[in-house]
């Protein structure tokens, strides 16, 4: 039996797999990695320079 396997169908193979390990591995819902950020000066937050 030969098994014909195209580029396209490795990339799409490959791709697949790898995003089924991601989500897998996860085991629980994606979080955001970003910190929370201060309110801007102009909308009543810290100044950012604090001299004259």
Do not use: C, D, Y
Not at 26 to 47: S, Y
């Amino acid at each position: 039996m030969k098994n014909h396997l195209t580029r396209r169908g490795f990339i799409q193979q490959a791709a697949a797999g790898s995003a089924a390990l991601t989500w897998l591995g996860t085991g629980r819902a994606p979080t955001v990695l970003a910190a929370e950020t201060a309110k801007p000066a102009m909308l009543g937050g810290a100044p950012v320079h604090a001299g004259g």
